[in-house]
């Protein structure tokens, strides 16, 4: 018996409309938790085929599938704090993009995001951050200098900085998906989530045709 050959990963563009169609349905409080039955797990059982990387805080109110409306198999997440880079969140990242064949990576912000508030306080103080989490302090330090250069003082204003400087090292890091956006195969989006409206909005775009 000859095995199916999977469908081809919508663009860019698609892709990034069925995201914003999904967090539309879950803002209007109507969503269609796509994907998530006994025959979804059953179809997915012998491989996945996500459409989209997700790199997101590990902020426990950013659940990627939830905001987007999606199911299993559907996103490639990668979480980790103030969605800092790290070699293994690259290669993860790769791994996507690279051999998943997913299309679109998409950089999750938010508002009131504690590493970011932690470098924030970093930068007033001086303080040194104890333990591991001064790593992602130190992350996030050059998108908190930025913004103060750029005169930047609100939360949301630092937020979106943050969120355009790690588009900016992800593909300044990754040649491999460097390459891929060059070509015109992938595209990164960055946005931010905003907790109590439950809303993302686009921020930066590299190699997408934004929806109408």
């Given at each position: 018996?000859?095995?199916?050959?999977?469908?081809?990963?919508?663009?860019?563009?698609?892709?990034?409309?069925?995201?914003?169609?999904?967090?539309?349905?879950?803002?209007?409080?109507?969503?269609?938790?796509?994907?998530?039955?006994?025959a979804?797990?059953?179809?997915?059982?012998?491989?996945?085929?996500?459409?989209?990387?997700?790199?997101?805080?590990?902020?426990s109110?950013?659940?990627?599938?939830?905001?987007?409306?999606?199911?299993?198999g559907?996103?490639?997440?990668?979480?980790?704090?103030?969605?800092?880079?790290?070699?293994?969140?690259?290669?993860?990242?790769?791994?996507?993009?690279?051999?998943?064949?997913?299309?679109?990576?998409?950089?999750?912000?938010?508002?009131?995001?504690?590493?970011?508030?932690?470098?924030?306080?970093?930068?007033?103080e001086?303080?040194?951050?104890?333990?591991?989490?001064?790593?992602?302090?130190?992350?996030?330090?050059?998108?908190?200098?930025?913004?103060?250069?750029?005169?930047?003082?609100?939360?949301?204003?630092?937020?979106?900085?943050?969120?355009?400087?790690?588009?900016?090292?992800?593909?300044?890091?990754?040649?491999?998906?460097?390459?891929?956006?060059?070509?015109?195969?992938?595209?990164?989006?960055?946005?931010?989530?905003?907790?109590?409206?439950?809303?993302?909005?686009?921020?930066?775009?590299?190699?997408?045709?934004?929806?109408?």
């Amino acid at each position: 018996m000859a095995i199916p050959t999977p469908p081809a990963a919508p663009s860019p563009t698609e892709t990034l409309e069925l995201l914003l169609a999904g967090n539309r349905r879950f803002v209007d409080g109507a969503p269609k938790h796509p994907n998530q039955d006994a025959a979804r797990r059953a179809h997915l059982a012998p491989a996945q085929t996500p459409f989209a990387v997700l790199l997101g805080c590990s902020d426990s109110r950013l659940a990627a599938e939830i905001i987007f409306d999606q199911g299993l198999g559907d996103l490639f997440v990668v979480r980790t704090a103030g969605h800092v880079l790290g070699a293994e969140v690259l290669g993860s990242i790769e791994y996507g993009t690279g051999v998943l064949g997913c299309r679109l990576v998409v950089v999750l912000g938010h508002d009131s995001c504690g590493a970011v508030a932690a470098a924030r306080l970093a930068v007033k103080e001086g303080l040194p951050t104890s333990g591991y989490v001064r790593d992602v302090v130190e992350r996030v330090t050059p998108s908190v200098l930025a913004a103060r250069a750029a005169g930047l003082e609100r939360d949301g204003d630092i937020i979106d900085e943050h969120v355009r400087h790690t588009v900016d090292v992800l593909l300044d890091r990754s040649r491999v998906l460097a390459d891929l956006v060059e070509a015109e195969h992938a595209a990164v989006v960055g946005m931010s989530y905003q907790l109590a409206e439950g809303s993302a909005r686009i921020v930066t775009t590299r190699g997408v045709t934004l929806p109408a």
